[in-house]
T-cell receptor, first 117, second 112 residues
Framework: NAGVTQTPKFQVLKTGQSMTLQCAQD?????MSWYRQDPGMGLRLIHY???????DQGEVPNGYNVSRSTTEDFPLRLLSAAPSQTSVYFC????????????????FGNGTRLTVT | AQSVAQPEDQVNVAEGNPLTVKCTYS??????LFWYVQYPNRGLQFLLK??????LVKGSYGFEAEFNKSQTSFHLKKPSALVSDSALYFC??????????FGAGTRLTVKP
C-alpha cells in the first residue's frame, strides 16, 4: 500500500497563477481532507469530503476549490494564487465505515510545499 | 466547536529522562482525542488516541497519554526519552463533523 500520495512535493507560483495539488489514497477511505500548516498555527482545515460527490468547507476555504469524483482522489485547486497561500499543504484520509467514525485516526501524505511570489 | 490547546511551544529534556507534552481540550460531549508526531519534511503520524475506557492510553514507540476529565487534559508522556523522539507533536480532537482540529504543536528536543 502506498497510503496517501501527494504531488508535487514542491511548487513555486507567481501571484495570480492557478494550479492543482493532487492527492490520492489507496486505502478505500471515505473521509479525505486538506490542511495547511503554517508556523505557530498548527494545521488548519481547508476542505473535506465524507465520500465521492460530497465536499464541504473547513476553517479556511477561501481561495481554494475541491472536488471528489472518485473515492481515491481529492484534488485541491488554487484559483488565483496569493502570497498568503504560501504554506505546506497536507492531504489526509481516514476510514469512516460502520460503527463509530470518530475512532479513526487520519493518515497523512508527505505534503506539498508551495511558495507564491 | 471542539478545540485543543498546547501551552508549550518547546519542551527540552535530557535523554533518559521522562518527558511530558501538555494538551488541554474543550469539548461538548464525549472527547475523541489524538496525538500525532511530525518528523522533518514528513506528514503527521498517528501515535495514540483516547475514545473511552482506561484513562492511561498506550501508543506507538513507547508513548502513552493520560486522560484527565476533571482537568480537561490529555498529556503525552514517555518514561525515558530518546534523542530520536525529537520532533513536532500535535494534540488533536475529532469534531462532530468528523473534522480533526489540531493544536499549534509542541517542539520536543531531547539532548544527549
Amino acid at each position: 500500500n502506498a497510503g496517501v500520495t501527494q504531488t508535487p512535493k514542491f511548487q513555486v507560483l507567481k501571484t495570480g497563477q492557478s494550479m492543482t495539488l493532487q492527492c490520492a489514497q489507496d486505502m478505500n477511505h471515505e473521509y479525505m481532507s486538506w490542511y495547511r500548516q503554517d508556523p505557530g498555527m498548527g494545521l488548519r482545515l481547508i476542505h473535506y469530503s465524507v465520500g465521492a460527490g460530497i465536499t464541504d468547507q473547513g476553517e479556511v476555504p477561501n481561495g481554494y476549490n475541491v472536488s471528489r469524483s472518485t473515492t481515491e482522489d481529492f484534488p485541491l485547486r488554487l484559483l488565483s494564487a496569493a502570497p498568503s497561500q504560501t504554506s505546506v499543504y497536507f492531504c489526509a484520509s481516514s476510514y469512516r465505515g460502520q460503527g463509530n467514525p470518530y475512532n479513526s485516526p487520519l493518515h497523512f501524505g508527505n505534503g506539498t510545499r508551495l511558495t507564491v511570489t | 466547536a471542539q478545540s485543543v490547546a498546547q501551552p508549550e511551544d518547546q519542551v527540552n529534556v535530557a535523554e533518559g529522562n521522562p518527558l511530558t507534552v501538555k494538551c488541554t481540550y474543550s469539548v461538548s460531549g464525549n472527547p475523541y482525542l489524538f496525538w500525532y508526531v511530525q518528523y522533518p519534511n514528513r506528514g503527521l503520524q498517528f501515535l495514540l488516541k483516547y475514545i473511552t475506557g482506561d484513562n492511561l492510553v498506550k501508543g506507538s514507540y513507547g508513548f502513552e497519554a493520560e486522560f484527565n476529565k476533571s482537568q480537561t487534559s490529555f498529556h503525552l508522556k514517555k518514561p525515558s526519552a530518546l534523542v530520536s523522539d525529537s520532533a513536532l507533536y500535535f494534540c488533536a480532537v475529532r469534531d462532530y463533523n468528523n473534522d480533526m482540529r489540531f493544536g499549534a504543536g509542541t517542539r520536543l528536543t531531547v539532548k544527549p
